[in-house]
């Protein structure tokens, strides 16, 4: 397993991001279904990422197969992870973990001392790994409360 930092617009981080839009749009296809227009239209813009907003795409590869991808972006003195993806043919094998491990290198090296994150509360492996990992729940952030059925993570960097 290798990783390496790519631009957002990297083609294999693309088809990453459209693999997970797919798969997370039917886990959640029963709750949208029930939710209101407003509300939809409140977590579609609070899910938004701004490419330029994005300090680090990494990218986890199986020889020359890319099949994990994770992002950091700013939020106030901390950043925020997002879009964390391991294929679905890699799963189990530990590759979000070194991906999270990785970004909280990156963390470090910016000289920030918190990892803040939001997840679905339907992504149970996710959360129980974030949890394994020394992440801790916190409020909702950013405006997360509009997305129904999620929670927020918060793991604090020490240094040294």
Known sequence: MT?????????RA?????????????????????ARPDVTERMEEVLLLDPDDVVATVLAFDGERAVGHAVLRPYEGSLEVKRVIVAATHRGRG??????????????????NSIVLH?????V?????????????????R??????????????LPFG
């Open 119 to 123: 997840t679905g509360v339907l992504q």
């Open 3 to 11: 990783l390496a930092r790519v631009a957002w617009s990297d083609p």
């Open 95 to 112: 590759i979000a973990r070194i991906l999270m491990t990785e970004l909280e290198t990156i963390a470090r090296q910016d000289g920030v």
């Open 14 to 34: 693309v088809a990453l991001r459209d693999e997970m839009d797919a798969e997370m749009t039917l886990l959640y296809a029963d709750l949208a279904a029930k």
């Open 143 to 156: 405006g997360y409360e509009a997305v129904t059925d999620s929670v927020c993570f918060e793991k604090l």
């Open 125 to 141: 492996p996710a959360i129980r790994m974030y949890e394994a990992l020394g992440y801790r729940p916190i409020p909702y952030f």
